[in-house]
């Protein structure tokens, strides 16, 4: 599949605008998801084998997923499991419903299979997609698998009211998903990376976690009639960091995610650094404002997971992501500490397929190298390091 995509179907696509292609395939995708039949078809294509990672209190039948950013709108939902995924990250979503930068606002770096984009949170605002998600529940669509939700700050809420804004859509989406990830790493929002700064994360986790003490109040029925009851565990809240951080500033987000008993750290967002490069086109693209994602991440993602593990000792769980574009990639992760990784370029290149070839992909090393399960591998770079 992955030749036929590359070779027959990518050039096709590409050969027209990046966004554009992107709205129409979660269009298919969506309408796909819709139709329990052609669902069935799409799984038995792409649809991968069982390979279970217990984490966060959740069972991730495979530990591949869709990055933030893919489905903002929550638009192709039953898909991505279809599509071989074992967990689904919806968003970045926002307080207030906002259209994101201006086009064109997403290019391709061919050469280096790597994507800029600045998009900006473009997204439906929080109360709308809990409306989309309800929708999904009620028509029977939910997939057997985590999803969570990436929660960004709105343009319009001045830095120092992120917490509120964070909070806001937090207590609409909560009993909406499985986990949630606060991501203060997009460069495409004016001065949200600030928000990695110590005091300013703690101010947000803090508003998060009394947001989370809140009761949800449920009407259930009950042999004297209805009555609001129910108090609902309050779901895993995760931290996604940029990869152009010092290390000195993941110390202290690594202090911070202890203190407050963060689930876990997604790392990572996309680098507004650029690698060297002699190519013209690859120049032209580089030269776009906005976050770098795809192969020339990797290394550096890698980097970043490798250290969170080493300097926590592994007690931090890490979902990967960043340049993963085949097993042996999402393996180097793995072995380097995370327990969980994320695509979203990788499938930009690879095609449809790619979920099910990393999964195909970790199961044979795993019975190359030994490894009874996933949990097992997850950090085994470091140790047989030391
Ligand atoms: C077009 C695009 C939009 C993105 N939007 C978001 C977003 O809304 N929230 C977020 O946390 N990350 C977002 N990301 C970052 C990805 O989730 C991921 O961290 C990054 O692209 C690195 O992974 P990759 O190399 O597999 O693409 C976006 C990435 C791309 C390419």
């Not at 969980?340 to 992909?361: D, M």
Request: proline share 6%.
């Amino acid at each position: 599949m992955s030749w036929c995509y590359r070779r027959l179907i990518r050039p096709v696509l590409f050969a027209r605008d990046a966004e554009q292609i992107h709205g129409r395939t979660l269009r298919a995708l969506g309408w796909a998801g819709r139709h329990e039949l052609i669902g069935d078809v799409l799984e038995s294509f792409f649809g991968a084998p069982d390979l279970p990672v217990e984490l966060f209190g959740l069972r991730f039948p495979n530990p591949v997923g869709s990055a933030g950013g893919m489905d903002k709108f929550a638009e192709a939902l039953p898909a991505w499991a279809a599509l071989g995924f074992g967990f689904t990250e919806l968003g970045g979503v926002t307080w207030h419903a906002q259209s994101g930068n201006p086009p064109p606002r997403l290019f391709r770096a061919l050469a280096e299979e790597a994507i800029v984009n600045r998009m900006g949170f473009n997204n439906p605002g929080a109360e709308a997609l809990a409306e989309t998600l309800n929708r999904w529940r009620a028509c029977g669509l939910w997939p057997a698998h985590p999803v969570g939700i990436n929660l960004g700050k709105s343009k319009a809420t001045p830095l120092e009211n992120a917490a509120v804004d964070y909070a806001q859509s937090f207590r609409v989406l909560r009993s909406h998903a499985d986990f949630f990830v606060v991501n203060v790493s997009s460069p495409n929002t004016v001065g949200l990376r600030q928000l990695q700064d110590k005091a300013a994360l703690d101010e947000i986790l803090a508003a998060l976690q009394a947001v989370a003490g809140e009761k949800i109040k449920r009407p259930t029925f009950f042999s004297k009639g209805w009555q609001q009851t129910s108090l609902e565990i309050p779901p895993p809240i995760l931290v996604k960091i940029a990869p152009d951080l010092a290390f000195e500033a993941l110390d202290e987000i690594l202090e911070l995610s202890a203190r407050r008993r963060i689930a876990g750290l997604v790392a990572t967002n996309t680098t507004i650094t650029r690698p060297e490069t002699t190519d013209p086109e690859t120049r032209r693209i580089y030269a776009e404002q906005g976050g770098l994602s795809g192969r020339p991440l990797a290394k550096r993602s890698t980097e970043i997971i490798r250290y969170i593990y080493k300097q926590t000792r592994g007690s931090l769980p890490i979902i990967g992501v960043g340049g993963v574009f085949s097993a042996a990639d999402a393996w180097e992760k793995i072995t380097a500490g995370a327990s969980l990784v994320q695509i979203y370029t990788g499938l930009i290149y690879e095609g449809p397929g790619l979920a099910r070839a990393i999964v195909n992909g970790l199961l044979e090393k795993m019975e190359t190298e030994g490894f009874q399960t996933l949990r097992d591998a997850v950090g085994s770079g470091l140790r047989s390091q030391s």
